[in-house]
């Protein structure tokens, strides 16, 4: 069974520090590979999303990165901002999974405060 | 123009009552897809719609659990018998190509329906 997991689960920055998130899958055969972010209460919102053949995307202050040899991906948020705190969500779409391909495998997430 | 709808956005049951979660999405998406998500949990696939036709419903946790989308645009989530392991965030997911198209299709998700079951 394909396991997405994120570390850390949560942290906490001062504003303007560039920091990393990980995500970790345990079968490489994706489809895509995708960050969205979650605000409390509401849904979730698509940031960035790495195509299998694809190695970074970038967005604004994003850019996120995928090596599906070694089974993983990071989301570089450069000089963060208070508006930045929500949840960020990694998730794939697999080729082995069975069932609808475009279906999502999603990661715990990873809680992020940026302190003003 | 609009994002995916979902109505209720709160519904509190009482154990053993039946429920519908209403989804609208994006007008004209072919794909149309529900999770579930426990508090402190990344969303979990529960089934998947092309237009009218559920092509995967391996997520659905058990035989309480029914979804349709007649016409190929709303959809409802309808849990039967509802349990305490039932409360979760719904949350519906619409994209605008088919199951075709997993490479570069952007998953719009809606706000969700908080559900608690008493």
């Known amino acids: 069974k394909q396991e997405v997991t994120q570390i850390p689960a949560a942290l906490s920055v001062p504003e303007g520090e560039n920091l990393v998130l990980n995500c970790s899958f345990t079968?490489?055969?994706?489809?895509?590979l995708q960050w969205f972010r979650q605000d409390p209460g509401k849904g979730l919102t698509s940031l960035l999303l790495?195509?299998?053949?694809?190695r970074e995307q970038t967005s604004g202050r994003l850019n996120a990165s995928l090596d599906k040899s070694s089974g993983r991906s990071t989301l570089y948020i450069a000089a963060s901002q208070p508006g930045d705190s929500a949840t960020y969500l990694c998730a794939a779409s697999l080729m082995n999974y069975g069932g609808a391909t475009n279906k999502l495998i999603f990661g715990t997430g990873t809680l992020l405060a940026v302190q003003p | 123009g609009a994002g995916v709808s979902q109505s209720p956005r709160y519904k509190v049951a009482k154990r053993g009552q039946d429920v519908a979660l209403r989804c609208d999405p994006i007008?004209?998406?072919?794909?149309l897809f529900w999770y579930q998500q426990a508090l402190g949990q990344g969303p979990e696939f529960l089934t998947y719609?092309?237009?009218?036709?559920?092509?995967?419903k391996s997520g659905l946790p058990s035989d309480r659990f029914f979804a349709e989308r007649p016409e190929g645009s709303v959809s409802t989530l309808k849990i039967q018998r509802t349990q305490q392991e039932d409360s979760a965030v719904y949350l519906c997911?619409?994209?605008?190509?088919?199951?075709?198209?997993?490479?570069?299709?952007?998953?719009?998700f809606g706000p969700g329906t908080r559900l608690t079951v008493l």
């Open positions: 790495i195509q299998s053949s694809q």
């Open positions: 007008s004209g998406h072919v794909s």
């Open positions: 719609f092309q237009n009218e036709a559920q092509l995967d």
């Open positions: 079968d490489s055969a994706i489809y895509n």
């Open positions: 997911a619409s994209s605008p190509h088919g199951d075709s198209f997993p490479s570069t299709d952007t998953q719009y």
